[in-house]
């Protein structure tokens, strides 16, 4: 299976603002929905944010207001703004497919966020 490729992770101070991304071949194409997720250090993973094929979008109430998903046209990526940044938002965040047969994908390594008080 094709595998998922998160990016653009990194530190920041509380208040600030990373873009992340994920990248995957033919996901537009194939109509697939894109969901992030985050895991903390000793939690379960937990769903953050989708965009649907017809770009409707969904959030966690816990990043509502200040995270913004989007997809980039024809490039196959799926990007993740975050402002505001809170320490709480610190993880690991993967991206993952959701759909028919071609939306079928490997986790990826996903990308580090650090947020410090």
């Known amino acids: 299976q094709v595998q998922l490729v998160e990016s653009g992770g990194g530190s920041v101070q509380a208040g600030g603002s990373l873009r992340i991304s994920c990248t995957t071949p033919e996901f537009a194409s194939a109509g697939c929905d894109m969901d992030w997720y985050r895991q903390a250090a000793g939690k379960q993973r937990e769903w953050v944010a989708s965009?649907?094929?017809?770009?409707?979008?969904d959030y966690a109430d816990s990043v509502k207001g200040r995270f913004t998903i989007s997809k980039e046209r024809y490039k196959d990526t799926v990007l993740l703004q975050m402002n505001s940044l809170k320490p709480d938002d610190t993880g690991i965040y993967h991206c993952?497919?959701?759909?028919?047969?071609?939306?079928?994908?490997?986790w990826g390594q996903g990308t580090q966020v650090t947020v410090s008080s």
């Open positions: 965009i649907a094929t017809d770009g409707t979008t």
């Open positions: 993952m497919t959701r759909g028919g047969a071609g939306c079928l994908r490997n």
